[in-house]
């Protein structure tokens, strides 16, 4: 079976400059090739005669020595072993280092992906790898056996995926050999099992999509999109696969006679461009028709205008603004304010008497292929420059923003627990803008920052001293949110004995404003104490005898006299193993036993005091639900609770992200053993991929 057969993202031939980024190989004349054995040290073997010719389109002087060599050793060491498609195994390393060449990845970065899996899989040793190939390939295969081991699903073992994840995130070029390796994977996942293919698509849809985002490596990303789109989502895969189809059938072509138009303008300017159209693949395609309804010709593409220099693109730009009708609305400069992950780019749009309009990206042919290919595009960013030999330290420069932070804050972070639902947050967060403080100076932030996230992110702990905000010379709360573009001039108080409000955590978006924040309050539990009994309880206060005026869990505590309230922080319910801590006015909060602020209390000499629950079983409980967006999903959610016996108290629905919706609900059950059931429940319905006991909000009586 060829890879080109089980990858349902190309609906046909690709042509022009994006052709390069669509390689494919016929894996059944690779594996002939590949049985032929070793060969003489003279020549290159011929199974890699495809990697060495995208190879030197990037890099003409290569040395090609360590790739003849690693694949000698890989041949030798996988030789009989077999993939689940019939070739050879030895094809998956060669595919995956066929999709890294084509990038323009230098010698090293393919060495070692031609040796990927050899550690993992066979008898070599990272020792002899070490040994024969030197100390980077010997690392970045170490890095990728690494991650080989890690389960990104929601079952992962949060501090085993932390652990390689930090490992992984010291040389980018690792996580681009993992990225390559799913692809190859995808591209061939039709030999499976469906409920595999299913599991498989969901993990690369939830962890390795937005890292291949992070990287800026949209030709791994798109592809994988597609392919995941396909497994996930067959039915409304197959309808935008016909509306290609359709399109493609059509007698004119709006979209080139638009090309011609541009080339026109550019040629009696006198700018050399080169304008090409890139056809929108597949999920592309899905969220446009969503966005606009019926799709017009120029809807299925978008033009891609190449030129040599910076000031090129600016004078590209003022042509067309001026020849043709521009869509102001559409511009965007990313050229001047690159996004996170190293894109650059002008945006615009221009529009037709007729009503067409096209989307227009002008950049020069070095910002194309960063904007396909990414930190793979960078060559090897830990290589010393020639006049600043190396000192044994790693400095990666070029290193993205975002996984610098992940680095930082994930050193801050008091549990593993946190870090995972963090990360997961973190990688959710797709879009970053851009705001400037008063001296000029930047700060990337997510799409949805507030104030605090900038304290944060500009005075780290120090933030904890911030009174306020000027948001482009207005003054401003600290739950303002911020748009790309606004100027921010943070006030910090004098007084030492400033600190941060418990009620920040709910304006905090970024890891790292979170993250100090909770260690501030963990570290001051008086104060949390105190912030918390201002706060409205989370369930009703039994009276010293233990009768409830409205049940919603009977809680039995040994001290007489006291009141009793639910902790906020992990909204126990019956049957949760609890333990409790007295607090102030003869007040005792109650706790699950694994919840974080025991261990805290705990440890500051906190003395527990024995709670139990009572005979009254019903329970109220808040639930998160995150899931696809669909039509009738709400009605289908609604009815499925409604079914397992749970009363809607209140219900949010946040406005969809990416096509993600996350509802919360608060449900009061007859029976708390009922939860399980109703969680189990909630997660059947088609769409919806996830369901966890969240925090109630405090208005929740």
């Known amino acids: 079976m060829s890879a080109e057969a089980t990858n349902p993202a190309t609906p046909g031939p690709v042509s022009g400059p994006a052709a390069r980024w669509r390689a494919r190989i016929d894996l059944r004349r690779l594996g002939r090739a590949a049985l032929l054995g070793p060969t003489a040290r003279d020549r290159l073997p011929d199974a890699i005669g495809h990697v060495v010719d995208a190879h030197r389109a990037h890099h003409p002087s290569a040395d090609l020595d360590p790739l003849r060599r690693a694949y000698v050793l890989a041949e030798s060491s996988h030789r009989g072993q077999m993939r689940k498609s019939g070739e050879p195994y030895i094809t998956h390393p060669l595919a995956v280092t066929l999709i890294l060449a084509e990038l323009g990845a230098e010698t090293t970065t393919l060495t070692a992906s031609l040796l990927h899996d050899t550690v993992e899989d066979t008898d070599v040793t990272l020792d002899q790898v070490g040994e024969q190939f030197g100390a980077e390939v010997r690392y970045l295969v170490d890095g990728v056996t690494k991650l080989e081991k890690v389960d990104y699903g929601a079952a992962a073992e949060p501090e085993t995926f932390r652990k390689m994840l930090v490992a992984a995130g010291s040389d980018v070029r690792v996580m681009s050999i993992k990225l390559a390796d799913r692809l190859h994977n995808m591209r061939t996942l039709g030999v499976m099992r469906p ?65 011609d138009e541009v080339r026109g303008v550019l040629r009696d300017a006198g700018i050399p461009a080169e304008v090409v159209i890139r056809p929108r693949h597949f999920v592309s395609v899905h969220r446009v028709a969503r966005k606009r309804g019926e799709l017009r010709g120029a809807d299925f593409g978008r033009l891609l205008v ?17 020849c043709l009708t521009p869509v102001v609305s559409e511009f965007k400069d990313f050229i001047a304010v690159p996004k996170f992950n190293l894109y650059q780019s002008l945006h615009t749009a ?80 797709d879009r970053e803008i851009t705001v400037f403080r008063p001296d000029g100076g930047t700060l990337g932030l997510p799409e949805g920052a507030t104030c605090v996230d900038a304290a944060y992110a500009q005075y780290g702990e120090d933030a904890h001293a911030c009174i306020g905000a000027r948001v482009n010379g207005r003054l401003a709360t600290l739950s303002t949110v911020l748009r790309d573009g606004d100027t921010v001039q943070l006030l910090m ?26 260690r501030w309050l963990a570290t001051h539990p008086a104060r949390e104490e105190a912030q918390e009994s201002e706060e409205p309880s989370s ?35 019956p049957p949760d193993e609890v333990t409790g801590f007295a607090v102030r006015g003869g007040v005792v909060t109650v706790h699950r036993v694994e919840c974080a602020a025991v261990g805290r209390m705990t440890n500051g000499g906190r003395a527990e005091v024995g709670v139990r629950w009572g005979d009254t079983t019903e329970c109220r409980v808040t639930l998160l639900a995150e899931s696809f967006g669909r039509p009738h999903l709400l009605a289908d959610l609604t009815e499925a609770m409604a079914l397992e016996g749970a009363e809607i108290v209140s219900a949010t629905i946040e406005p969809p992200t990416q096509q993600r ?25 088609p769409g919806v991929y996830d369901v966890s006991r969240t925090q109630p909000h405090p208005t929740d009586t």
């Open 350 to 429: 221009v529009a037709r008497a007729d009503g067409q309009v096209a989307e227009v990206l002008i950049r020069t042919h070095q910002m194309h292929k960063v904007a396909e290919a990414g930190v793979i595009a960078l060559g090897n960013p830990y290589a010393p420059a020639p006049d600043d030999p190396a000192d044994g330290e790693r400095v990666d420069p070029t290193r993205p923003g975002w996984l610098s932070r992940l680095l930082d804050w994930q050193e801050a972070a008091p549990d593993t627990d946190t870090f995972w639902s963090t990360l997961r947050e973190d990688l959710a967060q």
């Open 195 to 259: 409920e595999k293919q299913a599991r498989i698509a969901k993990v690369t849809r939830d962890v390795l999509i937005p890292l291949a985002e992070r990287l800026g490596v949209q030709a791994l990303k798109t592809e994988l999109e597609d392919l995941v789109f396909a497994i996930l989502h067959p039915e409304e895969y197959e309808h935008t696969r016909e509306l290609i189809v359709d399109n493609a059938s059509r007698a004119d072509d709006p979209l080139a006679e638009i090309a």
């Open 661 to 685: 919706v996350r509802h919360t609900y608060t449900v009061q059950l007859p029976d708390a053993a009922l939860l399980p059931a109703l969680m189990r429940a909630m997660r059947n319905v």
């Open 306 to 322: 190449l030129v040599n220099e910076d000031a090129d693109c600016y004078g590209v730009l003022g042509e067309l603004h001026t």
């Open 493 to 518: 108080g004098q007084d030492p004995a400033s600190e941060p409000s418990r009620e920040w955590l709910e304006h905090a978006h970024t890891p790292a404003a979170r993250i100090a924040i909770q």
């Open 539 to 573: 369930a009703p206060r039994p009276t010293p005898e233990g009768s409830v005026a409205r049940p919603v869990a009977d809680v039995i505590v040994d001290q007489p006299g006291a009141t009793v309230r639910l902790a906020g922080c992990c909204t126990p319910v």
